[in-house]
């Protein structure tokens, strides 16, 4: 609604501007003047039709700067002359999809229609641009390509970006300035867009025809060469590289120099060219050329340009034979350095060529215009080679790719963009070519238009009203027929050697005797043709030598010789038969890829020829000629066109001095009348463009009256009930055919669309719900079984760490254990070399007294049994000895308390033995008491002696145990031998260590 807005804005802009509409109540209604202005959009829908009510509408439309008018599903077009800034990306969506008469007549909406009919039928469409030169063709064939390549976005942005660059960069190469047109088409050109089934771009093809080589060498008074000609000359003046292309800074070359225009001066400070040459090289970036390409292509150009400067001087020989020779050198230099070919090579390839007659070879010196002619036919052939080159490449880049889409499912939309109908005050063989083609464009648009819709009236029993038409078929066999066609008798006559164009013009009147010709009196070389558009009046001048267009064969020869890859692939590959360059290159063999460097005459050299097979050698007769080339190109063009569904954009030019808002009644009423507008908008409001077959009908439209999964059968009636279904009305049903008129396809388009909108709808619910369940359920399963891995590692993981925990608590036990023992045995080694000391001592200085003994007793027991742990390191040995009396006085208090020097002997003999017993270890069984000794022992250990309180000597109980020498155990229990027991009384106490003492207490 917003581009509804913004578009009725402009429409009242513009109409402010130039006719300002009233109403009833001096306010435009957006409704109202929509339903009002549709009648003037459409010529069809005129009551009163007439040449003067058409020129009315045609010039009020103008003046409101309403270029566009539909005549049926015809567009007109005039041309503005200026920018009226409606074309957008917000137009391209405006008329995207819509009913045609929603809003306002445009281009965009016959590339619509196109696409969809594409689509919608999947059959290919073509677009068919036609008028005079400078009506506006190329522009609103660049208008069809943007509005389609938006409607078939692809995901490849880039290839958009290509198909969009592809006109640029081919019309800077095949357009040039002539006098009624700043940029004419001199070439025709078929661009197909390529489609995949769903309607996306992914790719595009071009065709091109007729290049007008002859503008090269040479122009017409107030035309120019071709565009890039100028814009690589001031691109590489501001890249201060025209001395690397040998170009000169000061004097022009030949072939663009201008004796009105200052040549030199417009070129290098225009900024126009500049901008040109930079877009040039971003096209040339985009569509995918490699530097090193668009290095050898402007090469070749300079090489042109400097070949052109190349002059010829007659000498005379001996034989008085006229010879040509080269006075200036330096641009032959600078030609075979840029082509990359010897100098002497080209100057001898320029200046002679060979014959070959009955097996023998003759080389023959070329006159000064003889070899003028090769020059310029080098120079021809150059530029039209090159020019297939650089299309043959753009097609390899912008070529359908196999994964996307197979080409055979592709569907096309192919636009003619050909060069206008012209009449100059001098037209040549190239107008002539240029006017015959629009003739046949001319006859398709009538036979489609008039004849096949008429024809089909009587076979499907239609009453409807003949329509009276201009059919220019006589014109056109007058043209194409043979063998007494036009070009027929041209190319005879340039099979002659000794034909001139005066002959050519005599056989062109004693042959041709129709209406058509004529030949005016009292003027040379000159004949007149009646064309649809009106009467034109061709110069004969060098038909005859344009027709043959000859390339001698040494010419060939020398730039096959050439370093240059790409100079070498223009003349290997063979022509075709509309003389455009093969896409194949031509097989060539190693000999002739391996050429001398100077190529001697004789019978070598045509061997070479002979070899290299070039299509023109000079001796043959048969080649082709540019009319058999044009003849093949219409074929092919034709060939084209038939396939696809025509869509038709009349280009009317308002006047001939390119002014803005200026309508001229007579010349715009010229172009209506030989265009056939007024027949057409009769047979369009009479008669039924579209003509549909029963089957097709049905199978397409089935949904608007019968369920969508029942498929009705192809009859008369179910047609019936979908028309009325439909709610149609003037609708014609024949034999096989439903005839309907130019509006009902569109209003059951846009019927199915809905439909087809509600079922995607419906269908669109439907996957919505069985996705989301399916969905659901896959979840489900993927939260289940995540679970289960999570739970699956989560155990291994934590039993990985339980096995390194234990690890090292392991290496930490052991690092314990390891520091434990080391530190209990030098405890246990620091105690042995303790008491080694002290017994060392005692046996140098003995203790006096009766417990020598005793001592010695108690020194062994250390030596024999090492200190626990815990007790070595307590008290060192000097401390031990210098406290031996304080031992003495503990040990006798100690007796006195316990009543009994025996009970002293049991505890000292226990605690002796208590440091000789191995510690014993948790978990071990105690040891068991199995003799009376054993208790005795146990009750020392503990304390608990025999006879407690009782200061009396222990009753004898019968005769004491003698221990005989096996007894080991109590000989380490008794400390001393048998001491009487009034002496073991009244004698000094024993001296023990402090450590036995420590260990009693």
């Known amino acids: 609604m917003a581009l509804r807005q913004r578009l009725a804005t402009l429409i009242s802009q513009q109409q402010d501007f130039g006719c300002r509409t009233k109403t009833k109540h001096e306010r435009i209604s957006t409704r109202k003047t929509r339903m009002e202005s549709y009648s003037e959009e459409d010529l069809v829908n005129l009551e009163v039709l007439n040449e003067e009510i058409i020129i009315t509408h045609l010039q009020k439309r103008y003046d409101e700067l309403q270029i566009y008018t539909y005549v049926g599903d015809i567009l007109i077009a005039l041309n503005p002359f200026q920018n009226l800034g409606i074309y957008s990306p917000q137009f391209s969506m405006l008329y995207h999809g819509v009913k045609r008469s929603t809003n306002p007549p445009h281009i965009f909406a016959t590339a619509d229609a196109a696409y969809q009919g594409m689509v919608t039928f999947c059959k290919d469409q073509c677009i068919i641009i036609s008028g005079e030169s400078g009506a506006g063709k190329t522009e609103s064939a660049h208008l069809i390509v943007q509005h389609l390549t938006f409607l078939g976005k692809a995901n490849n942005r880039t290839l958009r970006e290509k198909i969009l660059q592809v006109n640029t960069l081919v019309e800077a190469f095949g357009n040039a300035c002539t006098a009624i047109n700043e940029n004419s088409s001199r070439f025709g050109k078929y661009l197909e867009m390529k489609f995949t089934p769903t309607g996306a771009v992914m790719g595009a093809k071009i065709s091109e025809y007729l290049l007008e080589k002859s503008r090269v060498i040479k122009q017409a008074m107030g035309e120019k060469n071709f565009h890039i000609f100028y814009y690589i000359y001031a691109g590489l003046y501001h890249q201060e590289k025209l001395k690397e292309y040998r170009l000169p800074e000061k004097t022009p070359p030949r072939y663009i120099d201008n004796e009105q225009v200052k040549v030199m001066q417009h070129i290098l400070l225009s900024k126009l060219y500049k901008e040109q040459f930079d877009a040039i090289q971003d096209c040339f970036r985009i569509i995918g050329f490699t530097e090193e390409e668009v290095n050898s292509v402007y090469r070749i150009l300079s090489a042109i340009l400097n070949t052109g400067n190349i002059e010829f001087a007659a000498i005379t020989s001996q034989h008085q034979t006229e010879k040509s020779e080269v006075p200036n050198f330096k641009a032959l230099e600078n030609a075979a350095l840029l082509l990359s070919i010897g100098a002497e090579e080209l100057q001898e390839a320029l200046t002679s060529h060979c014959v070959v007659t009955r097996g023998e070879t003759i080389i023959r010196t070329n006159t000064v215009d003889k070899a003028t002619d090769v020059r310029d036919a080098m120079s021809k052939a150059l530029y039209g080679r090159l020019f297939s080159w650089i299309v043959n490449r753009i097609n390899a880049l912008l070529q359908p790719d196999k994964n ?514 191995t510690p014993r270890r948790r978990g071990h069984q105690p040891k068991l008491l199995n003799s009376p000794e054993d208790s005795l022992y146990y009750n020392q250990l503990h304390r608990t002696p025999d006879c407690q309180g009782s200061k009396r000597k222990p009753r004898k109980l019968g005769q004491i145990k003698v221990l005989d020498g096996e007894d080991e155990y109590y000989k380490l229990l008794s400390t001393a031998d048998s001491v009487p027991e009034e002496k073991t009384l009244t004698g000094p106490p024993p001296t023990l260590p402090r450590e036995a003492v420590l260990t009693q207490s």
């Open 404 to 917: 996307i889409c197979a080409v055979e499912s592709g569907m096309n939309v192919g636009i003619l963009d050909i060069f206008g109908f012209e009449n100059f005050q001098k037209n040549s063989f190239e107008q002539l070519c240029i006017n015959i083609a629009n003739e046949q464009i001319q006859f398709y648009f009538n036979q489609h238009i008039f004849a096949l819709e008429q024809i089909e009236y009587q076979n499907e029993g239609i009453d409807a009203a003949l329509v009276q038409y201009e059919d220019n078929r006589p014109i056109l066999d007058m043209f194409l027929q043979k063998p007494m066609g036009l070009l027929s008798l041209l190319d005879e006559e340039s099979r002659f050697p000794q034909a001139t164009d005066q002959t050519l013009v005599d056989k062109f009147e004693d042959n041709l005797r129709c209406k058509y010709f004529w030949r005016p009196k009292r003027v040379e070389l000159c004949f007149g043709i009646q064309h649809y558009a009106g009467k034109v009046l061709y110069n004969a001048d060098a038909f005859l030598e344009k027709n043959r267009d000859t390339l001698p064969a040494d010419i060939v020869v020398v730039l096959r010789t050439s370093e240059n890859k790409l100079l070498q692939q223009l003349f290997s590959s063979p022509l075709t038969k509309t003389g455009n360059l093969a896409t194949s290159r031509a097989k060539v063999t190693s000999a002739s890829r391996s050429l001398p460097s100077q190529l001697n005459p004789g019978r070598s050299k045509v061997d070479t020829m002979e070899m290299m097979r070039h299509p023109e050698e000079t001796t043959n007769m048969r080649r082709q000629t540019v009319a058999s080339y044009f003849r093949y190109s219409l074929m092919d063009l034709l060939s084209k066109m038939v396939v696809g569904q025509p869509h038709f954009v009349r280009c009317i030019k308002p006047n001939d001095d390119r002014r803005a808002l200026r309508f001229c009644k007579e010349r715009v009423m010229v172009q209506l009348r030989y265009t056939g507008i007024l027949e057409t908008v009769n047979i369009r409001r009479q008669g039924y463009s579209h003509r549909i077959l029963f089957d097709d009908f049905v199978n397409r439209y089935y949904c608007l009256a019968f369920r969508v999964h029942l498929m009705p059968e192809a009859t008369k009636e179910n047609v019936i009930i979908i028309l009325q279904q439909a709610k149609l009305d003037n609708w014609v049903l024949g034999r096989t055919k439903v005839f309907l008129k130019y509006y009902h396809v569109e209003q059951l388009n846009l019927l199915l669309r809905e439909v087809i909108a509600r079922v995607v709808l419906m269908q669109a619910y439907a996957k919505g719900w069985l996705g989301a369940r399916r969905y659901r359920r896959v979840h489900e399963k993927r939260v289940h079984g995540a679970v289960v891995i999570q739970s699956a590692w989560r155990g291994h993981a934590a039993r990985q760490t339980l096995r390194l925990i234990k690890a090292e608590r392991e290496k930490a036990a052991i690092r314990i254990q390891c520091a434990y023992r080391g530190h209990r045995v030098r405890k246990q080694y620091a105690a042995q070399k303790h008491m080694a000391a002290q017994a060392q001592s005692s046996q140098v200085e003995p203790p006096s007294g009766e417990w020598t003994g005793l001592d010695r007793s108690k020194v062994t027991n250390d030596l024999t049994d090492p200190p626990k742990s815990g007790e070595a390191g307590k008290e060192s040995p000097t401390k031990v000895n210098s406290q031996d009396e304080g031992t003495v006085d503990e040990v006798t208090r100690h007796r006195k308390d316990n009543g009994s020097v025996q009970e002293s002997h049991c505890k000292q003999g226990h605690v002796l033995k208590c440091q000789q017993r």
